[in-house]
């Protein structure tokens, strides 16, 4: 065998080598991709099961504290509560509007249900989040503490996009 058949046998099995490095590669790359697709999959569910978690707790005080279910009940009645009362409920519209922050983060993440529903997290909470806020002891919080325990844009949003329809005067 001369030099000029060596190197042509050289190049088929280089040629060879490339190809088979490639079709390796491209596998690789796809079972990376579905381990991937899977994970965020994982996370995505993850993230859902927690926000239902912390949406099942958010209401447990109300469920199983009779006292704080009659709070509930008169406040969003429009009953004016006492100090204490108005502490509790202001606590749980707390702990709502808490719980939403962390839903309207997960959307701009796309995360969670976000990832799932077309409907914004806003569309969703406006309703009730502007019913807990027209309450007096919701219209103190927001107008007194809500700034202190929500982020500046969520806070901003909120203010724009629910409030603007619940007089916080009175």
């Known amino acids: 065998m001369d030099w000029e058949a060596a190197g042509a046998i050289g190049e088929i099995l280089g040629a060879l080598t490339v190809v088979a490095t490639l079709y390796y590669l491209a596998r690789q790359i796809r079972q990376n991709s579905a381990s991937l697709d899977r994970a965020n999959e994982f996370a995505q569910a993850s ?3 927690e926000s ?5 707790q958010l209401y447990a005080p109300v469920i199983q504290d009779p006292e704080m279910a009659s709070i509930y009940h008169r406040a969003l009645a429009g009953e004016r509560l006492d100090e204490t009362e108005a502490t509790r409920f202001s606590l749980f ?24 529903s077309e409907m914004g997290v806003l569309d969703t909470i406006a ?10 002891a919701g219209k103190a919080w927001w107008q007194l503490d ?22 916080l005067d009175s």
Not at 108 to 114: I, M, T
Not at 146 to 166: C, K, M, Q, T, W
């Open 47 to 49: 993230s859902i099961h």
């Open 52 to 56: 239902n978690a912390l949406y099942v």
């Open 93 to 116: 519209v707390k702990t709502y509007m808490v719980w939403a922050e962390d839903l309207y983060y997960q959307q701009e993440a796309q995360l969670g249900f976000a990832a799932v």
């Open 127 to 136: 309703p009730y989040a502007s019913k807990l806020l027209s309450t007096h």
């Open 146 to 167: 809500a700034r202190h325990h929500l982020s500046a844009p969520f806070f901003d949003v909120v203010d724009r996009e629910v409030i603007r329809g619940v007089p």
